[in-house]
T-cell receptor, first 112, second 117 residues
Framework: AQSVTQPDIHITVSEGASLELRCNYSYGATPYLFWYVQSPGQGLQLLLK??????LVQGIKGFEAEFKRSQSSFNLRKPSVHWSDAAEYFC??????????FGAGTTVTVRA | NAGVMQNPRHLVRRRGQEARLRCSPMKGHSHVYWYRQLPEEGLKFMVYLQKENIIDESGMPKERFSAEFPKEGPSILRIQQVVRGDSAAYFC???????????????FGEGSRLTVL
């Protein structure tokens, strides 16, 4: 069975500081990995995805994530956060293009 | 708003009543997916539908839950005889039918939050 753990429920970061959100997954084969973001009043939006190839993946809004097979991790990073990055972030793993399992989410608060 | 539209955004039901959640996919999308997020948990896949067809319902509870996506109109997730454990956020997603859409390229709505008293 596939599962995702996001160890941090809530992270507070200062505007301009770097951000790293952790994601660990459990899956028997090479997974499809995703990060989604949900801003207040919005639906989930795909930030980036990993299927194969280069383990460092670039996404939208200046985000990147690194797949580390040995650690079963897919951590999300941004070098310098903006106030508009305040949102809830979800990591997901999937065996197919639609049957995804999501983590419980990490809420990011950005302070001025 | 050309995004995935879900309504109602919030629904309160008493135990034993029926809940109906509606989802209108993005324009041009013919694939609809329903996910459920229980409190303190991540979203879990429930069902995948195309127009007038259920493609994969492996994530649906065996009883009381049903979904449809008729030829005309929105997709409906129906929960009969609701119980407190059905309280959750229900998310709908859609995707276009054209090839080239990769895995995970689902467009999600804002979710419908069901509270069962």
């Amino acid at each position: 069975a596939q599962s995702v753990t996001q160890p941090d429920i809530h992270i507070t970061v200062s505007e301009g500081a770097s951000l790293e959100l952790r994601c660990n997954y459990s899956y028997g084969a090479t997974p499809y990995l995703f990060w989604y973001v949900q801003s207040p009043g919005q639906g989930l939006q795909l930030l980036l995805k990993y299927f194969s190839g280069d383990t460092l993946v670039q996404g939208i809004k200046g985000f990147e994530a690194e797949f580390k097979r040995s650690q079963s991790s897919f951590n999300l990073r941004k070098p310098s956060v903006h106030w508009s990055d305040a949102a809830e972030y979800f990591c997901a793993v999937g065996a197919s293009d639609y049957k995804l399992s999501f983590g419980a989410g990490t809420t990011v608060t950005v302070r001025a | 708003n050309a995004g995935v539209m879900q309504n109602p955004r919030h629904l309160v039901r008493r135990r034993g009543q029926e809940a109906r959640l509606r989802c209108s996919p993005m324009k041009g999308h013919s694939h609809v997916y329903w996910y459920r997020q229980l409190p303190e948990e991540g979203l879990k896949f429930m069902v995948y539908l195309q127009k007038e067809n259920i493609i994969d319902e492996s994530g649906m509870p065996k009883e009381r839950f049903s979904a449809e996506f008729p030829k005309e109109g929105p997709s409906i997730l129906r929960i009969q005889q609701v119980v407190r454990g059905d309280s959750a956020a229900y998310f709908c997603a859609s995707s276009p039918p054209a090839p080239g859409v990769g895995p995970g390229e689902l467009f999600f709505g804002e979710g419908s939050r069901l509270t069962v008293l």
